[in-house]
């Protein structure tokens, strides 16, 4: 059974911060592209920010230099530290994993999401 968990939403202030966490149980979590995904109501779900297996990083424009997505394989974590909050980054945060064999079997794994809002 595959689970991920997140955690670390609430509400904070314009130019405040959070630490969104991701934790995976049920998969060879060191083998797994994880990303963060987001969705504001009325809008198509958004790539944040992946990181591939070896730490290699990607973000949305809109997070550069504000966000940074981190992983702990020890741990099955991924993290998503987020600085500079503004209103726009409010949306409900998704953990995702995926893993593609070489037999073309592909493993894909979303969290429930965790509510981030920033509002003063």
């Known amino acids: 059974q595959v689970q991920l968990v997140e955690s670390g939403g609430g509400l904070v202030q314009p130019g405040g911060s959070l630490r969104l966490s991701c934790v995976a149980d049920?998969?060879?979590?060191?083998?797994?592209?994880m990303g963060w995904y987001r969705q504001s109501p009325g809008k198509q779900r958004e790539l944040v920010a992946t990181i591939t297996p070896i730490g290699t990083t990607n973000y949305v424009d809109s997070v550069k230099g504000r966000f940074t997505i981190s992983r702990d394989n020890g741990e099955n974590t991924v993290y998503l530290q987020m600085n500079s909050l503004k209103s726009e980054d409010t949306a409900v945060y998704y953990c995702?994993?995926?893993?593609?064999?070489?037999?073309?079997?592909?493993?894909?794994?979303w969290g429930q999401g965790t509510q981030v809002t920033v509002s003063a």
């Open positions: 995702n994993g995926y893993r593609d064999e070489f037999t073309g079997r592909r493993y894909d794994y």
């Open positions: 049920g998969i060879i979590f060191p083998a797994y592209h």
